[in-house]
């Protein structure tokens, strides 16, 4: 088991890597003056620091030879940041903006935690 002074430690030196900023919006219920439910989107976190991350697997569908090469998009950030299921996230690395969707559960660790990507579509 780590200590504290040496989790935080891991933790600052994981976050030297952040190169990157990250908007989290979420659609978020209210009520309209007629009495219906309307949705609207809320940027809930602003300017966080990330990293964004490519990798490739390779996979092969049943029954079938040859293997594909299937990209994962992946976005490191601190454990504390609360990521919804189903919200948007607007990553800013490297002079290029791309636009995600959280695809699971974040796995959170004591020093950050990571998050599947897949490309935005449209709200659900």
């Known amino acids: 088991m780590l200590s ?8 600052k ?5 952040y190169d990157g900023t990250c908007t989290i919006t979420e659609r978020q219920p209210y009520k309209r003056q007629n ?22 697997n390779f996979s ?16 490191f950030m601190a ?6 299921p189903g919200s948007r996230i607007t990553i800013t ?3 290029r903006t791309g636009v995600y969707a959280q695809s ?7 020093t950050h935690q990571e998050i599947i990507l897949k490309l935005w579509e449209d709200w659900a």
């Open 4 to 11: 504290k002074g040496q989790i935080l430690r891991a933790r």
């Open 13 to 17: 030196a994981m976050e030297r890597f």
């Open 35 to 56: 009495g219906s439910t309307g949705f609207r989107t809320v940027d809930v976190v602003t300017d966080q620091p990330c990293r964004l991350s490519y990798s490739s």
């Open 60 to 75: 092969a569908d049943k029954g079938e030879r040859a293997s594909g090469k299937e990209q994962v998009i992946r976005v």
């Open 79 to 84: 454990p504390e940041v609360e990521v919804s």
């Open 93 to 95: 690395q490297n002079g």
């Open 104 to 110: 699971g559960q974040p796995a959170v660790y004591a």
